[in-house]
C-alpha cells in the first residue's frame, strides 16, 4: 500500500514552516517532515534522513518546491534519481513538471535532468576552454602568490644557509606551502 509523504524545510529556526506543513496535509501527506533552521545544501539534515528512512517502495514524496530538499539543480536531480530507483515517486506543488507519479511527468523529468546535465557539461567545457586559452596567454588563475622576488631571494639565500622551510616562512610571514612551491618553482627554472 503506496503512502503519501510530505517533507517540509524552512532554512532558519525563525521561520515558521507552518505553512508548507498545511500545504503538504492539504494535498494528501499522510505524515510530514519537517527540518527548521537546516540548509538545502547539506545533505545529512536530521528530518530529511528520517524521511528518506520512513519511506518505501511504492510511495510519493511531496513537497512544495524542489529547493526543499536539494540545495543545487545537480542535487535535486541526483536526489530524484535515487529516490527512483528505490521506486519512490516525487511530486512539487509548484513546479508541474516535477511529478514522477504519471507517464508525463516521468518524460519531463527525464528532459528537464538531460538539459540540466548539459548545462553541468557545458559550463565545465567553457571553464575548461577559458584557462587553456589564458595558459595559452601566459596567463594562470588563481590567486596571485604572497612570495614576492624579493622573498623568493630572500627564502634562496636562507635556505642556502640551511634554514628549514617553516623557518623561512616565519620570518617571511607566509606560509610553509608558499615557500617550499616558490624554492621549487625556483629550482625548477634554474635547472636545479
Not at 545533505?43 to 511504492?58: F, I, S
Not at 543545487?72 to 512539487?92: F, H, P, V, W, Y
Not at 553541468?120 to 587553456?132: H, K, Q, S
Amino acid at each position: 500500500m503506496s503512502t503519501v509523504i510530505g517533507y517540509a524545510r524552512v532554512s532558519t529556526r525563525e521561520q515558521d514552516p507552518a505553512a508548507q506543513e498545511s500545504e503538504l496535509l492539504a494535498a494528501g501527506a499522510s505524515r510530514v517532515f519537517t527540518d527548521q533552521g537546516e540548509s538545502s545544501k547539506v545533505r545529512d539534515r536530521p528530518q530529511w534522513l528520517a524521511c528518506l528512512d520512513y519511506l518505501r517502495e511504492g510511495d510519493t514524496l511531496i513537497v512544495r518546491r524542489l529547493d526543499r530538499i536539494a540545495g543545487s539543480e545537480k542535487m535535486a536531480i541526483e536526489t530524484i534519481n535515487e529516490l527512483q530507483e528505490r521506486g519512490i515517486d516525487i511530486k512539487s506543488l509548484t513546479e508541474p513538471d516535477i511529478d514522477t507519479t504519471t507517464p508525463m511527468g516521468r518524460a519531463l523529468f527525464g528532459i528537464v535532468a538531460v538539459f540540466a546535465q548539459l548545462r553541468v557539461d557545458t559550463i565545465r567545457e567553457n571553464t575548461r576552454r577559458g584557462l587553456d586559452h589564458a595558459r595559452a596567454r601566459g596567463r594562470v588563475g588563481g590567486r596571485p602568490t604572497v612570495m614576492t622576488p624579493e622573498r623568493v631571494d630572500e627564502a634562496r639565500r636562507m635556505r642556502s644557509e640551511g634554514k628549514t622551510i617553516a623557518e623561512i616562512a616565519g620570518v617571511l610571514g607566509v606560509g610553509n606551502s608558499s615557500v617550499s612551491r616558490a624554492l621549487s618553482t625556483h629550482s625548477t627554472r634554474s635547472g636545479i
